[in-house]
């Protein structure tokens, strides 16, 4: 029995690790639409509720192993610890999946799963997007960034329908194989989600394209040692000057692209400012370096600057979500252990306290384009980039390096989530990295040219389509998120209600009464 429970065990692993291969790089996206099957019907046959809810709590962690596997160069024997700690948000799902598909499922249930069971994925989905808990890194919906349904799915409830939906459709291909009363409400689900995403597809209003900004992306590549940073800014500067003549708007470097504080280092600033001038616009840089933001907070700070003819135009945002562990250690008093185990940050950066729109010079000298910039693993957060966007950007800009995990799925993966939040927000966006992957998606999420890869060291420019308008998630926010709040408070509600009556029933009636 002991031997069986641990083969049930490693299968809970697998299956909820499968998930992970719908994600860049091996990019199999048709497999979301199946990838769940094999955990849930795992789960249907736990045999109890205490075994449905360990094999949640396994394929979570066998989820978030498979998705997050990349850290291990920087954390190591931790991250086994991270994913089980993360993984415990599936034990309660498993319950759920359990007491919805475990056991008779009649059609009236087989429609109560398909509904309920993608809701209480979607609530993980949002309490692991936490920053304190890694942030929104794999959600499922992601998976579906190069799907162009998937995407207008996106323009209307986010990321975060594209998840429900492919939960929905896991819970309907699982319930046929569970009972013949069930299969015709599985083929209705399926039917239903199918004509949601093709209305959705076809009628959810979409920004009109309005114009072309002229952008160009600067990539060195990966360098290390001591000289590192010097030897990145004089390769960044050359490929910078090659671009003299193309009739630019903006040129945008990478995460960490400048390893020194501008406003204390006048020569780098005006070296920067002379290529300005060479190209004829402003660049976008970014600094990660010790300096003192406007409230007088002396750190390290992240920052996406912006440089002229002229130098320092003022414009600058400081990184205000931080990467745990990699730019800060939580509870550092308590996990401070961990920077000696992997690449953990030996200091904590500081963070920014507000997002910022930059504005790129016009014509005869006034404001132009807007634009909104985002640093590293901002961009996985739907709500910074909608912010940017209710805020007037009409072009986003994510700065970033993963040349750290320059030979995993980490890069691939990143870039991948500018088709999302292009097409959440109705704008395009640019996503400008030290070592690739470097890409610009379209305001309907669709790529535009030839990305960088991360064996490229180089400048691109692209003809990005600018767009006016707004779609029906940067309207109403996060509603399908909402939406599964309501139906499981709704569910709980009469499971709990049916309890006390069985409960209150079962009472003895006493004499007299």
């Known amino acids: ?50 075994r449905a809810a360990l094999d949640g709590w396994l394929g979570g962690t066998g989820y978030m192993l498979a998705v997050h596997h990349w850290l291990m160069p920087s954390l190591h024997v931790f991250i086994l610890v991270l994913a089980a700690l993360l ?102 689900g399926l039917a239903v989600c199918g004509l949601a995403v093709g209305a959705m597809a076809k009628w959810a209003p979409q920004p009109e394209e309005s114009g072309v900004a002229r952008i160009a992306v600067v990539q060195p590549g990966v360098f290390t040692g001591v000289d590192s940073a010097e030897r990145r800014l004089a390769v960044s500067e050359r490929l910078t000057g090659s671009l003299a ?55 390290i700070f992240k920052s996406a600057v912006l440089v002229g003819p002229g130098g320092l135009t003022g414009d600058r945002y400081d990184k205000m979500r931080l990467v745990p562990f990699g730019e800060y250690v939580p509870a550092r008093s308590a996990l401070g252990w961990v920077v000696s185990m992997g690449r953990a940050a030996g200091e904590d950066r500081l963070r920014g306290t507000r997002q910022v729109t930059m504005s790129l010079p016009g014509a005869d000298g006034g404001n132009g384009l807007r634009v909104g910039p985002l640093i590293c693993f901002e961009s996985a957060f739907p709500d910074m980039s909608r912010r940017l966007t209710r805020d007037g950007a009409r072009l ?60 490229e060291s180089g400048a691109a420019v692209f003809d990005v389509p600018l767009a006016t308008g707004t779609t029906l998630y940067v309207r109403l926010g996060d509603w399908p998120v909402q939406v599964a709040a309501a139906v499981l408070a709704l569910y709980c509600a009469l499971a709990g209600g049916r309890a006390f009556l069985r409960h209150d029933r079962g009472k003895p009636v006493r004499a007299g009464k």
């Open 396 to 455: 986003l800009i994510a700065q970033s390096s993963t040349s750290s995990f320059q030979h995993g799925w980490a890069p691939a993966q990143h870039a991948s989530l500018g088709a999302l939040r292009a097409a959440e927000n109705g704008r395009p966006v640019v996503h400008a990295t030290l070592t690739g992957v470097s890409t610009v998606y379209g305001p309907q999420g669709a790529r535009v040219g030839a990305p960088l890869g991360t064996d």
């Open 1 to 50: 029995m002991a031997r069986s429970g641990r083969w049930h065990g490693c299968l809970a692993l697998l299956a909820g690790a499968l998930p992970a291969l719908a994600f860049p790089a091996p990019a199999l996206w048709w497999l979301a639409g199946v990838g769940l099957v094999p955990w849930l019907l795992l789960i249907r046959s736990a045999g109890s509720g205490r």
């Open 87 to 188: 993984g415990l948000l599936w034990a309660p799902w498993g319950l759920l999946v359990f007491r919805m598909l475990g056991g008779p499922v009649s059609a009236a249930a087989a429609v109560c799963a398909v509904v309920v069971v993608p809701s209480g994925w979607l609530m993980i989905e949002l309490v692991r997007s936490w920053e304190a808990l890694g942030g929104p890194w794999g959600l499922l919906g992601a998976s579906q960034w190069q799907v162009a349904p998937a995407l207008r799915v996106a323009s209307v409830g986010g990321v975060w329908l594209v998840s429900l939906v492919v939960v929905a459709v896991n819970t309907a291909v699982a319930l046929l194989f569970v009972a013949s009363a069930a299969r015709a409400v599985a083929a209705a």
């Open 245 to 299: 003549g193309r009739d630019l708007d903006l040129v945008v470097w990478g995460e960490s692209s400048v390893g020194v504080d501008l406003a204390a280092r006048p020569d780098v600033t005006a070296r920067i400012a002379a290529l300005s001038r060479r190209v004829g616009a402003d660049v976008l840089v970014n600094v990660d370096a010790r300096q003192t933001d406007r409230s007088g907070r002396t750190g």
